[in-house]
């Protein structure tokens, strides 16, 4: 229903822009996250060699 919904606003205004910057900004802030895992794993291999909070911090982002 919702979907209809969407597809004939669309239709009508075509407005597609909006859902493209959210998805967009989304997307950015979803990358900066994981750069900001990554660099704090690094961070951690650097100072003390613990493989098992690698492993859990893996675990985490599989999760």
């Known amino acids: 229903m919702k979907m209809k919904m969407k ?3 669309m239709m009508m ?6 859902d493209a910057a959210a998805a ?13 895992m990554k660099m704090m794993m690094l961070k951690m291999m ?13 675990r985490m982002m599989l999760m």
């Open 7 to 9: 597809m004939m606003m």
């Open 13 to 18: 205004y075509d407005d597609d822009d909006d």
């Open 24 to 36: 967009a900004a989304v997307l950015l802030m979803l990358m900066m996250m994981m750069k900001m």
């Open 46 to 58: 650097m100072k003390t060699k613990m493989k098992i909070m690698m492993i859990m911090m893996m």
